[in-house]
């Protein structure tokens, strides 16, 4: 009788297996997902932490930022290295090596070293790749801490402003780290930008624009806007009383910081919790070329300038109206600074209008969409980023908020395998099992331990 050359569906280890050395992989996993957890968080609130060191004596400087953010993306890409790149790996590296192309290229032209842009990218890059590796209770868990520590310090500077200011001393924090000036007549101690002004978008019900641990008022409306986004592509998978939670911080932060673009987000996203998993796949590319087509539709070249939603977005589209050859291809990268409101005219002049297309390429295509949870972070996620460029500026880029935003998309690129409506469901419920693949998967973990 003749033996079959086809392989066995399922192969097993001829050794068996050791329970010593399954407890010890266990345990360097979930060492692992602590440093990925841990960084997510740190990248978030490593500006509070080092405000609270100045506000209690200890001597902080530019330099400090200059040495700390570094070193949070350095300790990212060592646990990235600790499990070998795989395909999902690509993209990212794909803009990393392209963003230091361009770099590279501007610099050459410009006769100037100019690392924001590169360092912009990298966030994103390194934060997809740990997203990535991280499980379901590692993000979830990053997401509890970060919105807990920024929900006791809204508290705070809700109910006892003073308290905060001494904690955290915004205003002297960003002038010895930014050299960002203090007003004589501020003294108030908080950051100059939050105390808002008469015509500004207000519910009235605080005297200022809320930072909390964030220390300014812009990366905390885009907390905001991350939360929302975070809910609408994790939704079926949060117990109740996290749904609830994370809600009540998201109405305190709207209500209290004021935010425009985060409030519209808010508004709109349970519709789109139905609608984005029903749109086509990928269509999310048009968003940003859309909003940017109304707005030009929609200027006003004989309105005066003013700074709110209508002035930001006037200010974006007259940039752009302005833009010739060599702002389009880097060559005044310099003028770049002066747009730090305006988002789109900023990357433009900053990474060239090439880089800024290839910017929303991926940040269109990253996931592949194939799962509704992929397409509600796709369509929310992309439609947060391309009304930030038109009004909010250079602050979608700040670790602050890109790590987190960042992390999410690439843990949301690893899941694959989810139940939709009308998907093919076997008895009692539960899903109709995968075909077993010919040869093994090596367990992510497996790099590690080699």
């Excluded at 590296?93 to 361009?102: D, G, N, Q, W």
């Excluded at 960003?174 to 002004?197: C, M, Q, V, Y």
Aim: proline share 6%.
């Amino acid at each position: 009788m003749r033996r079959s050359t086809q392989p066995p569906i399922i192969r097993f280890s001829e050794q068996p297996v050791s329970p010593l050395n399954t407890a010890a992989a266990t345990a360097r996993d979930t060492r692992y997902q602590f440093v990925l957890g841990a960084l997510a968080v740190m990248a978030v609130f490593y500006n509070g932490l080092l405000a609270m060191a100045g506000a209690a004596g200890l001597p902080i400087s530019a330099t400090s930022v200059l040495i700390i953010e570094p070193v949070i993306l350095a300790s990212a890409l060592l646990a990235i290295l600790r499990i070998s790149f795989t395909r999902d790996d690509l993209p990212s590296l794909l803009l990393a090596f392209s963003f230091l192309a361009i770099t590279i290229y501007l610099s050459a032209i410009n006769e100037v070293f100019f690392p924001d842009t590169m360092r912009n990218m990298a966030i994103i890059a390194l934060f997809t790749m740990l997203g990535l590796r991280a499980r379901l209770s590692t993000l979830n868990m990053a997401v509890l801490v970060t919105t807990i520590l920024t929900a006791v310090v809204l508290v705070i500077e809700i109910v006892d402003t003073p308290m905060y200011v001494q904690l955290f001393e915004p205003a002297q924090y960003f002038f010895k780290t930014r050299g960002l000036e203090i007003p004589d007549w501020d003294k108030s101690g908080l950051f100059g930008n939050a105390l808002g002004f008469k015509e500004r978008f207000s519910f009235g019900l605080t005297a200022h624009r809320t930072s909390s641990i964030f220390l300014e008022q812009v990366s905390m409306a885009n907390f905001a806007a991350f939360l929302t986004v975070y809910l609408m592509s994790l939704w079926p998978k949060l117990t109740a009383w996290r749904k609830i939670f994370f809600i009540a911080v998201i109405v305190a932060i709207l209500v209290t910081n004021n935010t425009r673009t985060s409030l519209i987000l808010a508004v709109i996203a349970p519709a789109g919790y139905f609608l984005y998993p029903r749109m086509p796949r990928y269509l999310n590319v048009i968003i940003a070329p859309l909003l940017i087509a109304v707005a030009w539709f929609i200027e006003d070249p004989n309105r005066p300038y003013a700074d709110d939603f209508a002035g930001r977005l006037s200010l974006t589209i007259r940039t752009l109206q302005k833009l010739d050859l060599e702002g389009a291809l880097g060559q005044k990268i310099m003028e770049s600074y002066a747009f730090v409101d305006s988002g789109y005219p900023y990357f433009i002049y900053a990474a060239t209008l090439p880089g800024l297309i290839l910017l929303w390429m991926f940040i269109s295509f990253y996931l592949p969409q194939s799962t509704a949870s992929q397409k509600r972070f796709a369509y929310s996620a992309g439609l947060f980023i391309a009304c930030s460029l038109v009004v909010a500026g250079t602050s979608i880029f700040t670790i602050k908020v890109a790590s987190m935003l960042w992390f999410l998309a690439g843990f949301m690129r690893s899941q694959r395998d989810e139940v939709e409506p009308g998907q093919e469901v076997a008895e009692h419920g539960t899903p109709t099992p995968m075909p077993v693949p010919l040869t093994p998967r090596r367990p992510a973990i497996a790099g590690m331990l080699r």
